[in-house]
């Protein structure tokens, strides 16, 4: 048994898709959430400096006393896992390993992966999906204007349909049977996706399957929180906590009533 929270971090708000399907599955567990709302987004920027923000960030969620940390951030996750796994010394649950162990469940061996230009380019997904199923065929396309979009809550607004038509076209060419949403933000735009992709394409959300794989690191650390004790969920920015709790609520609701202002770097 642990009482102490969980870090969750993300280069903004769009890690709240992730934090949510924590808060449903893990109920028990308190969490303190870290957006780096004052330089994302992460997408386009180096791997170098990726790392440094999230090496930042990981300092800061340990000296708030935190037993785990999930990076919420595929682009994070992409570029910084093995850097701050090797600097933690809690366990370090990153989305992309979750999210391809779903992907090679959920298809027949034809996986499309959506995500970042960062987290495309570094073909952490590809490798994290042939690493264990090497008869797979990965067909990565990078969306950089989803986020944009989901920012602006245009989830199926027209010019998000013809974006998405764009984006998809080589994906639905290559007869995908599952999509991975390789980003925090696009959980969101799900109904957009499905109808772009046809019912028959698999879309699989990181967020969940991380959800899952921190729960199952907990139990095998024996870091659990008290099964019915109250749990506390704190938020933090680095930057525009008014645009973080307005566009925030609605990924996650009404939890999200407030939010503290931390400045990094
Ligand atoms: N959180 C980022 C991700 O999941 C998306 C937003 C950004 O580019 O920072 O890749």
Request: overall charge negative.
């Amino acid at each position: 048994m642990n009482a102490a929270p969980i870090g969750i971090f993300d280069s903004g708000l769009g890690g709240l898709t992730v934090a949510r399907a924590i808060f449903e599955r893990l109920p028990h567990e308190s969490t303190v959430y870290f957006g780096d709302t004052a330089r994302v987004p992460y997408g386009p920027k180096s791997p170098e400096t990726v790392r440094r923000y999230s090496l930042e960030i990981l300092q800061w969620l340990l000296a708030q006393g935190v037993k785990a940390v999930v990076i919420a951030c595929n682009t994070s996750t992409a570029h910084a896992l093995q850097a701050l796994r090797d600097a933690s010394p809690v366990p370090v649950v990153g989305v992309i390993e979750p999210g391809a162990r779903a992907a090679i469940a959920g298809s027949h061996g034809r996986v499309g992966v959506i995500g970042t230009a960062g987290t495309i380019a570094s073909g952490a997904y590809r490798r994290a999906i042939e690493a264990r199923a090497p008869d797979f065929e990965v067909f990565q396309q990078a969306c950089p204007l989803f986020v944009p979009l989901v920012e602006e809550g245009w989830f199926d607004h027209p010019a998000a349909r013809l974006i998405a038509a764009e984006y998809l076209r080589p994906l639905r060419e290559a007869a995908v049977d599952a999509l991975v949403l390789g980003c925090t933000h696009y959980p969101l735009l799900k109904p957009l996706l499905q109808a772009e992709m046809g019912p028959d394409v698999r879309l699989i959300d990181s967020g969940e399957e991380t959800a899952r794989a921190l729960e199952e690191i907990l139990a095998r650390n024996g870091i659990t929180g008290a099964a019915g004790g109250a749990s506390s969920h704190r938020f933090v920015v680095s930057d525009d906590e008014a645009r973080f709790r307005s566009v925030g609520a609605r990924f996650i609701g009404e939890r999200l009533s407030g939010a503290e202002v931390v400045p990094l770097g």
